[in-house]
């Protein structure tokens, strides 16, 4: 995975948008406006930010040495995964969706039905 296909695979996803909120250097992708990755475009390494249900964001830290918890984040809720190819893509991906499925069932039903709209 690299920075394209990320940014490729979250904006397929139903009402995403991306946005340089904190300055040229870091890509931040929000659904229905509220974060749920952020990877930044000024270090030589890829890696993001995702966030991940606390029991599961442990498991991945145990679990791959790539996987951290997340750089200035609530490191309880968010990982920041470098991106090394010791981790499948399809994992990286999968955890990508772990992260807008868990931002999408935080939205207030009003916005939920909004985005079910759009799809």
């Not at 029991?55 to 791959?64: D, F, I």
């Not at 470098?82 to 039903?109: N, Q």
Request: charged share 25%; proline share 8%; aromatic share 10%.
């Amino acid at each position: 995975m690299n920075l394209e296909t990320l940014r490729d695979y979250s904006l397929k996803l139903p009402g995403v948008t991306e946005e340089l909120p904190f300055g040229p250097d870091t890509l931040v992708f929000k659904v229905m406006g509220k974060v749920f990755l952020l990877t930044p475009l000024d270090t030589p390494q890829h890696s993001f930010n995702a966030k991940c249900d606390p029991e599961k964001a442990e498991e991945l830290r145990e679990k791959y040495p790539d996987v951290r918890p997340g750089y200035h984040m609530n490191k309880k809720h968010w990982n920041t995964v470098h991106v090394t190819g010791s981790i499948p893509s399809e994992e990286l991906f999968s955890w990508v969706k772990h992260s807008y499925d868990l931002v999408v069932a935080s939205l207030p039903k009003k916005t939920q039905e909004e985005l079910r709209q759009q799809q």
